[in-house]
């Protein structure tokens, strides 16, 4: 059974640095996506940054330029390094894989609270 365990979530002053970490326990295999996402209270989850199997990566425009994704294939984990954080960054925040072939499954992990105080 595959699980992703998020860890790195936290209090942080407007300005700061936070790196969230995702990593897949259990056998999976040939993870295509792995994504972040966010939701704050009262608002719709929304796709902050993704990075597919080539390594391509796309940002919300929100966070373009502060934040950066990147991936250990070797460790099956996904990072998000956030910079210049901003009390509009608070919210819940959700790793995404998409893996397995010749049916891809979606899996998600439990959520990490990131609070932006100002």
């Known amino acids: 059974q595959v699980q992703l365990v998020e860890s790195g979530g936290g209090l942080v002053q407007a300005g700061g640095s936070l790196r969230l970490s995702c990593a897949a326990s259990g056998i999976i295999f040939s993870i295509n996506f792995m994504g972040w996402y966010r939701q704050a209270p009262g608002k719709q989850r929304e796709l902050v940054a993704s990075i597919n199997s080539a390594a391509r990566t796309n940002y919300a425009d929100s966070v373009k330029g502060r934040f950066t994704i990147s991936r250990d294939n070797a460790k099956n984990t996904v990072y998000l390094q956030m910079d210049s954080l901003r009390p509009e960054d608070t919210a819940v925040y959700y790793c995404?894989?998409?893996?397995?072939?010749?049916?891809?499954?979606?899996?998600w992990g439990q959520g990490t609270q990131v609070t932006v105080s100002s």
């Open positions: 995404y894989f998409i893996a397995g072939t010749p049916v891809p499954t979606g899996y």
